[in-house]
């Protein structure tokens, strides 16, 4: 076909290419459509301020674990109760951690276990992960990442993880919690609004457990260690035929601070705001 059609509200226009001419076949309104959407483009679009390249499933970073952990100083019943802090939060077993050296200012003994640590990985390191961002307010410092990919920060009190999770549910349930006659109208309520008894009577139990504070545990601060890569980072870590990692493929300090603010909506800060750190 040599011609192009052109369709308006109520015009309609043959255009032909040879002669570059227009025939006018109706003519009842002036007022123009709009026009068709465009085809989606194959160019990079931007989001959240960064250009989000065309990458394969090869070059896309994950979180490969998350390392929690809680330096006590001392050896003792704070020790353990620490840990046992980190196997509530994580659901398994934390490790030990050694002095490596005497040191008698601190009172510290070579050998001596004086911290606890657990790694989480798959979806339950991204929920603690998400908690513990929540908690940050989203924001970190350039000197949280390191150049490897890694990066790393503390939140000062434990209790924080489930105050900040669950702000919705402490909005609905606070006239509740406090009270021996209304726990049985709040499992009551939340079971018939969901359809469910169990439901009511579950979410009762999770608040309580993370927003109730235990004096018999105390509160702890706590470390976050992020560990990003992207796949193939088996290769350095086999038994067999081990090799090193392509400069390609490893993940670099820009692109850990990339996929914080792209994934996260995170706001990374040059130095703290905060007087004395």
């Known amino acids: ?27 009842t309104n002036s007022t123009a459509s709009p026009p068709p ?11 959240n301020g960064f250009r989000e390249e065309a990458i394969t499933p090869n070059e896309r970073i994950k979180v490969q674990k998350l390392v929690l952990n809680i330096s ?34 601190f009172g510290i003994r070579r ?26 307010e989203y924001e970190l410092l350039r000197r949280n990442f390191s150049d490897t990919g890694c ?12 105050i900040k999770a669950h702000e919705a549910w402490l909005a609905l349930f606070v006239d509740y919690l406090f009270s021996m006659s209304g726990e049985t109208d709040l499992i009551l309520m939340r079971g018939s609004s969901f359809g469910l008894f169990d439901v009511g009577m579950t979410m009762h139990n999770i ?10 545990t105390g509160i702890y601060g706590m470390d976050f260690y992020v560990v990003l890569e992207r796949p193939g980072y088996r290769v350095g870590r086999r038994r067999r035929c081990k090799s090193r990692v392509g400069i390609h493929q490893r993940v ?5 601070m990339k996929w914080f603010q792209v994934k ?10 905060n007087i004395g750190c």
């Open 151 to 162: 990066f790393g920060f503390g939140i000062p009190e434990h209790i924080d993880l489930g």
């Open 207 to 216: 608040l309580s457990s993370l927003l109730r504070y235990d004096p018999s």
């Open 111 to 136: 050998n001596e276990k004086i911290a606890c640590y657990v790694t989480v990985r798959g979806d339950k390191a991204m929920q603690l992960l998400e908690s513990g961002l929540k908690v940050k």
């Open 252 to 256: 670099t300090k820009d692109d850990a």
């Open 264 to 273: 996260y909506e995170g706001v990374i800060l040059n130095k703290s705001q």
């Open 37 to 47: 959407p465009l085809p989606p483009s194959n160019q990079p679009h931007h989001h």
């Open 72 to 105: 006590v100083g001392e050896s003792g019943d704070r020790l353990t109760r620490a840990a046992k802090v980190l196997e509530q939060l994580s659901g398994q077993t934390p490790v030990f951690s050694k002095a490596r050296y005497t040191v008698r200012s």
């Open 1 to 27: 076909m040599e011609g192009v059609i052109l369709s308006f509200q109520s015009v309609t226009f043959i255009a032909y290419n040879p002669s570059g001419l227009f025939t006018l076949l109706v003519e």
